[in-house]
């Protein structure tokens, strides 16, 4: 990439595997690009095309891995300190597991607060329900009581309290109807433009990665095997034959 | 929602206010979540039976002093071994000339020592080893588990005695060895509870957030494991009552003069065939708090088994 | 040609603490031999309406409806050993994950070709044979080490592969497709559909394809259900899903990001509490006659 300094997330020759010696499943092979802070990429691929581990990785979920992998500049080692954390979060693929089923929305955010040492709690929970259009009266339910859609809202809620630069985005829509992913992904891209996020995210969706990302990269088998803006992608211009098939399949599914 | 948190307006009963999906404070929400859970409880006829039963015994432990006929060390020899409705003794008298009924009453704060003591240690201490297993993994599971495995096998009464004929007879030894006995399960339950926590995408969530292990653990992983392990206690108080009676009988457990039902079985197994009440009276006394707790406990499981509960 | 199943104000209700809660409201349709597309969001009932035909409605749920008439026979006053008849061999349903209805300890093979004896008291050999056959229609290319495999070892596009053969293997009049693609990546959805596709049109049967996905249905589908809360509120035909008039239906079409028609901001669906009123649309066609 051209400015050196100025990086969000940069990823060179990475490679994450699963086990060790004959056991060794090769997860993630050779892998990189980058992302400008400001921008968003989205990562598209099938289930077991990796996509997902590489999110895993940058967080530190997937421990075993190589390569380069920094993020605002600074190279990623084998332990996330605090600031990692206050500068990247994650929105998980199911609203319905990623809310601990006996904390309140209050809780939930109240606890990401005091682990970063914010003041003012009751002032920023209020900002941040607003933000990601809940009502005040949401903030001491139990997630048995928020549908879907209002359960991923916390879930962003949760993210962005602690004011991160970057937000990974793990297929954070696919569990979702689509009336309700409308208002997600309408919300993401608000709130990407108000806060200045750098997005990383992760979709089977083609049509929800070239809507949200202006870069992509199609994953298939732990490679990336093609690279292309977003108004490459719309033209349908797409080089690898994987990408082809996967424009086709998405397309012709409406079509026909 | 303009409901003031504490007194909840006038058109509002109270149980609108605590079934409201829509709480307005923090102590709303958890106490409706605690009023659902009684909702509940209470339309489990046989679970709220056991609940009355050990509700009952409390409020006996508590006024023993009042409820009891007699002072349950006081010996009439002259009236030895009455039978029940005899002399005024309701349930009859011991070889002593104790009333049995007084004994009996006196003896429900033990068995509570008992019960409440164990209830506090061995899930404690089976919570602490089974959740760390689970969530450290590696060697720390391997060296916890293995040292699990050692005491479950042995048979538990035999370590009981071992430990208490090493430490001495007496309630507390009694306790200690049934603790002893009594954590390997609850710790193979937490660890099986934790391994599938660990990897829900929650416990991802709060690590993301920079949250330590300890405090995953305790706050995150124990508000889970808790009702599974409570569920499991009450219904395993029926054994460790027993447990604690068996000491008693084999006389390594509450030592004379004291009231303890083991110990009072213990004592009337010498007239067992003359004089039926002596061993009869206890052993229904330890009959009907098992059962107590065995009810309570299926009915607790019903409300707070998280494979059941959780949507 | 007559309708093969006519379903008349068909209700599904649970009691909760605060009353009846009526899960789908007295929606009547038919199906002739035909590919019926059931679309809607989760919680519109669209399950439940598959799940209510078969009468496999766990109780505290209740069943009502004028009646389920197959064939001339009302299934709800058949008894529960002439309705386990039905499932399976007249009609079967697919669900959208294969791995929790097929036994994970018993062998694909013996898996299908039990559920062919149980229909048609063949013969071991000829159940084999009849259950390699069906595997091969299913565009399986190895049939007889898929026959010996157990479902662990399978994909969730073979997995659903092997269940649409299990299915069908009874030759029956109707099958109802729960989702059957869901789980399934893209590429993949393709491959299977077609497959049922061909198996369906083949043998003349009638289809109930339930889904939440718009686009599949109004490509795979010959007429459409539009439910909302319980409701049908439009039926269409599936080729003219683009010019649906209720608002809901336009809404959610107009919601899904496509990609070679890139907005700034996706239209949001505005609910409006008068379609909870709306009575349900017929989605009931006179025999012989073709949906407009």
Redesign the interface.
Known sequence: MTEKTETGIELDQVNIWFGEDEQRVDAVINAGFAVPPGGSFGLVGESGSGKSTILRAI?G?APTWSGNISVLGNRLGEKRD?EF??A???V???PY??????Q?V??VLS??LH??GFDNPDKRIAQILDDVGLKQ?FR???P??LSGGQRQRV?IA?ALI?EPSILLLDEPTSALDVSVQAEILNLLKRLQSERDLTYLMVSHDLAVVSHMCSEIGVMNQGEIVEMLDVAALRALEASHPYTKQLLDASVQKRRE | ?SIPDACPQKQITWREWL?T??????R??RLS?WYHSW?AFRSNLMAMFGLTILLALVLIGLFAPILAPQDPFAQDLAARLSAPGVNGYMFGSDSLGRDILSRLIYGSRITLYIVSLVALMAPVAGLFVGTAAGYLGGWVDVVLMRITDIFLAFPRLVLALAFVSALGAGIENAVLAIVLTAWPPYARIARAETLTIRN???I????????GTLRVIT??IW??CISSLVVRVTLDMAGIILVAAGLGFLGLGAQPPSPEWGAMISDGRRFILDHWWVATMPGLAIFIVSLAFNLLGDGLRDVLD?KKS?? | MSNLLEVQNLSVKFPT?NGIFEAVRNISFSLGRERLGIVGESGSGKSLTGRAILRLIKKPGILEADHITLEGTNLLQISKKAMRRVRGHKISMIMQDPKFSLNPVMRIGDQISEAYRLHARASKKDARKKTLDMLEKVLIRDPERVFRSYPHEMSGGMGQRIMIAMMLIPDPKILIADEPTSALDVTVQKEVLEIMDDLVRERGMGLIFISHDLNVVSAFCDRVLILYAGRIVETCRADRLHEAKHPYTIGLLNSIPRLEQPVEHLQVLQRDTAWNLEPSVSGVVADGETPS
């Open positions: 967080t979920l605090k954390y206050r990247v979060q994650m998980f693929q199911d597991a990623s809310l601990h089923p006996r309140t209050d809780h606890e990401a682990l970063h009266s001491f339910r139990w048995h009581q879930a949760r602690i | 929602m079934t999906d829509t709480p307005a404070s923090r709303q929400a979540v909702l829900a995408d929650f991802h969530a709060i690590k993301l957030q920079g949250a706050r995150h508000p889970l998280p959780s949507q | 603490r």
